[in-house]
């Protein structure tokens, strides 16, 4: 997964020119997986309006099923929480160690590690895609 790091963040992005959260979720799938996500991008107004982002997450997540995190394996998402709101996604990349990819505001996609404390007591929940 090393060829997602360093793409620089653009809200509503959907490209390796630049994506947002979501939008890095989406070129992921879309690259590992051949799966096409549905983008959103006209569901929320910006992606540092965290209630605007999590309100897109929630509500457009009908195809995704919250697992435990026992379950979870590369490819899953995680939904991390952002000043109380649901509002930042992530892909795991090594479930075993807690490693995920993600990007956010002033920083470029990075792998980073869920089990650490300021994401841990983050974590909203795992999702996976059942298409």
């Known amino acids: 997964m090393k ?14 020119d630049g994506c947002d959260c979501y939008g890095l979720l989406c ?5 590992e997986k051949g799966i096409v996500l549905e983008e959103f991008a006209e569901t929320y107004l910006d992606a540092k309006n965290l209630a605007s982002a999590s ?9 995704w099923v919250k697992i435990e995190e026992a379950q ?6 995680v939904l991390l929480k952002v000043k109380g709101y649901a509002a ?16 956010l505001a002033g920083h470029n996609s990075a792998i980073d590690n869920y089990k650490r404390l300021v994401w841990q007591k983050r974590i ?7 298409a």
């Open 3 to 16: 060829e997602y790091i360093g793409i620089p963040y653009v809200s509503k992005g959907r490209s390796w």
């Open 27 to 31: 070129i992921i799938y879309k690259h």
């Open 88 to 103: 930042h996604v992530g892909v795991v990349t090594d479930a075993e160690r807690g490693d995920f990819i993600h990007t």
């Open 124 to 130: 909203e929940g795992f999702y996976r895609l059942m």
């Open 72 to 77: 979870v394996r590369q490819h899953d998402a």
């Open 55 to 63: 309100d897109a997450l929630l509500q457009n997540r009908r195809n």
